[in-house]
């Protein structure tokens, strides 16, 4: 597992990635699947993509091969907004790093409730 804060872009991914998962297969058959956890920042309201959006067959050969390595890459959604987030319209920056830090405080909050043992 991979992880990336910059870019969740197939090319980008796939020019970062695929050489060494595929390099992985030279020891066994000739299919590989990395999974890269996207840490890019989501400030947009249009959603996350689906499973099947964020997955796919690459193939990859390396110079002077004859046969394709297959490598099956994925994509694993980090740093998701709620559900909720999207039916309250859109926000500054600034509403959004309030809300940010007010569901942070209110996690450690709820930590530090359970380890005292209440509710």
Known sequence: MKQDPDNNSRAHIEGKYLTQEAEYTNTSAPFGQPLVLDLTPKTSNSGTLRVDEVAWLATHRPHGATTDR???????T?????????????????DRHRLLQTRSWRRKAGADRRACGSP
């Open 78 to 94: 980090g740093n998701r907004l709620t559900p909720s987030t999207y039916s309250q319209g859109p926000r500054s920056s600034g």
């Open 70 to 76: 297959l490598v099956l890459v994925g994509i694993v």
